[in-house]
């Protein structure tokens, strides 16, 4: 079993992210705790507003938002298991949906973080949600993005293309994927920063096998479990609110689910943000950062 740790100075002068990192153990069945990293910005005294990354993504994401909810709010960015400053397992088997569930629960019961307002894409989304569905009582008001929480009903042709993609590169370019995902142009520095947690190959198997982990058939692992989550979602009765891309192949039309199951997304002010790809918070962060703030301060 070998778990790779990126070396600090991959991180040194990435822009516009001068954010410290924190670290919290979290357990792993295949050996020693794993250490996760995240960032945590702001007032420790005001209620947490979670920002939830996928794939392959990281934190970094975030760093256009961050200072714009920080004057007001405790914002925390993880970076999930494998990816930017966290451990990384080497071998696919110790990964799973479930796994990524795990940690992150631990990560969330360790910081004993309540009233919490979410945001989330992607596999922030997927991942995100089961932390909902799990302790309901911690989460004050949801806002989902670009992501879903599927039961093995199909894909679109979009995630389907980027699965075969994903699986059969030799190299995987996480930078130009994020790139390629965005409506604007990302800066060569931006491009590097996107990829400096993945010196090697080996850095990114949990960047790479993210997307075979999607359930996409009755059958596949988490297909049961995410339907356990949608019964929670399903009586969920505190603001959920839906703030999807008008230019995301991936997920495009993803919204009208929630808002169609989830009691507290009636009545909600949702929207389309327009001129966003699949990483909206590369191409629209001021937009994102004025609806999380008016959210929290709209009830």
């Not at 996928?54 to 994401?61: A, I, M």
């Not at 969330?108 to 919490?116: G, K, M, P, Q, V």
């Not at 030799?170 to 010196?199: C, H, K, W």
């Not at 479990?225 to 997920?251: H, I, K, M």
């Amino acid at each position: 079993m070998t778990v790779l740790r990126t070396p600090d100075d991959r991180f040194e002068s990435l822009p516009d992210f001068p954010f410290k990192p924190h670290y919290t153990m979290v357990p792993f069945d295949g050996g020693d705790p794993l250490r996760m990293a995240y960032l945590d910005e702001g007032p420790r005294s005001a209620n947490p507003v979670l920002l939830m990354h996928g794939e392959p993504s990281r934190s970094y994401l975030y760093r256009r938002m961050i200072p714009g909810l920080s004057g007001r709010h405790r914002v925390l960015a993880p970076d999930l298991i494998g990816f930017g400053r966290s451990d990384k397992p080497v071998e696919k088997d110790h990964y799973s949906y479930e796994a990524h569930v795990s940690w992150m629960s631990a990560w969330l019961l360790e910081l004993d973080l309540s009233n919490i307002t979410l945001f989330c894409q992607d596999w922030g989304g997927l991942i995100g949600l089961r932390l909902v569905a799990a302790y309901p009582e911690r989460f004050a008001r949801v806002i989902v993005a670009n992501t879903g929480l599927p039961i093995g009903t199909g894909a679109t042709p979009g995630f389907m293309q980027w699965l075969e993609v994903s699986q059969s590169m030799p190299v995987f370019p996480a930078g130009a994927f994020v790139n390629m995902g965005s409506q604007r142009a990302l800066t060569e520095a931006e491009i590097a920063a996107y990829d400096a947690p993945y010196p090697t190959e080996d850095h990114k198997t949990a960047a790479r096998i993210f997307p075979t982990f999607v359930p996409i058939t009755p059958e596949h692992p988490s297909a049961k479990e995410n339907g356990q989550a949608w019964e929670v979602l399903g009586q969920f009765e505190r603001p959920f609110l839906t703030a999807f891309s008008d230019g995301d192949p991936v997920t495009g039309g993803g919204e009208k689910i929630f808002q169609e199951r989830v009691p507290g997304a009636v009545g909600q002010p949702h929207r389309i943000i327009q001129g966003g790809g699949h990483f909206l918070q590369e191409d629209r962060p001021e937009e994102i950062v004025a609806l999380i703030d008016g959210f929290i301060g709209g009830e």
